[in-house]
């Protein structure tokens, strides 16, 4: 069996002004621990291909201990696929944090496939999953358009890449970008719900393109669905390459937050009413989408740490 587990500390500087483990760092973590063992599978260079969830199930505090195990679930001839789970060490108890679903890809020295020497079984529901994913990144290359137009309620958030961001490939890194994630889109959903906001979630999500060192990363996000408490924030990433003028569509996600009051309880929020049709298309995608999120997440807290 292919596994890792990696301890993280909670300081003071990976918490949120409530205390709480920033969610963008959590996810980073979650997709280090990944990458270490994809590293010890693939025994050389790889990329982040998709996510097909993470759930943030527990908040981690000051001073608490985090655990992220990473297992193999399936390899294919260059992907594997890799489950997460943070587990929580506090009063000498461990409770299941978060918990993720991805598959990397190993990469030559061009960033291109190539074949890995592991052989991890697979099984029919990896394998539909597999299919899965392959659908959603041909749904999303084929709409390559800009999310904001159209849409009642969003903001763009864009920085430069640098090499801090990145490999040794000179490519942003996928926990990077996650953090960048949580933070762009957090900001919508604060600036919507006039208040503070914690990340619950982040929806599926297949990379079409990598991002380059130099490149200007835009991050489109727009409210795409809102409940009593809760609100799903959409995105779609862009990476702009000034010099030659380029702007490619990276993927194409969603990330559920919930509003909380001073206390850190559900606060109400208002409800967005679809401003046209497209706006309203998306909404009743999203609408589905999260109710399977919701049934899927559900089974997930159930899991142990082990």
Known sequence: ??????????????????????????????????????????????????????????????????????????????????????????????????????????????????????????NPDAELRRARRLERKKLTAEDTSELLPGMTFGRSYIRTIYPEHGFTNGILYAGKMYTMLDEALAIVAKLYSKGNTFTASAGAVDFLNPVRIGDIL??????????????????????????????????????????????????PINKLEPASEYERRIMEMRLKEREERIKIGKTLQQRECQ
Not at 9 to 15: A, D, I
Not at 232 to 244: E, L, Q, S, T
Not at 245 to 254: E, I, M
Request: a neutral charge; glycine letters at 10%.
């Open 218 to 267: 835009e991050i489109q996000g727009a409210i795409e669905y809102t409940g009593n408490t809760s609100l799903d924030v959409g995105a779609k990433i862009f990476a702009i390459n000034h010099f030659r003028g380029t702007k490619t569509l990276v993927g194409r996600t969603v990330f559920s937050f919930v509003a909380i009051d001073d206390q850190g309880k559900p606060r």
């Open 1 to 122: 069996m292919y596994r890792t587990e990696t301890f993280y500390n909670v300081f003071p500087w990976h918490t949120n002004h409530f205390g709480s483990l920033h969610g963008g760092i959590y996810m980073s973590w979650l997709i280090d621990s990944a990458g270490i063992l994809m590293s010890s599978v693939s025994q050389g260079n790889y990329l982040l291909a998709s996510v097909d969830y993470l759930y943030l199930v527990k908040p981690a505090r000051i001073d608490d201990v985090v655990r992220v195990i990473a297992e193999a679930k399936a390899s294919w001839r260059s992907s594997v696929e890799i489950e997460v789970r943070g587990c929580i060490k506090r009063n000498g108890k461990e409770e299941l944090g978060a918990i993720g679903l991805m598959s990397y890809v190993a990469v030559d020295e061009n960033g291109r496939p190539r074949p890995i020497k592991a052989e991890i079984p697979s």
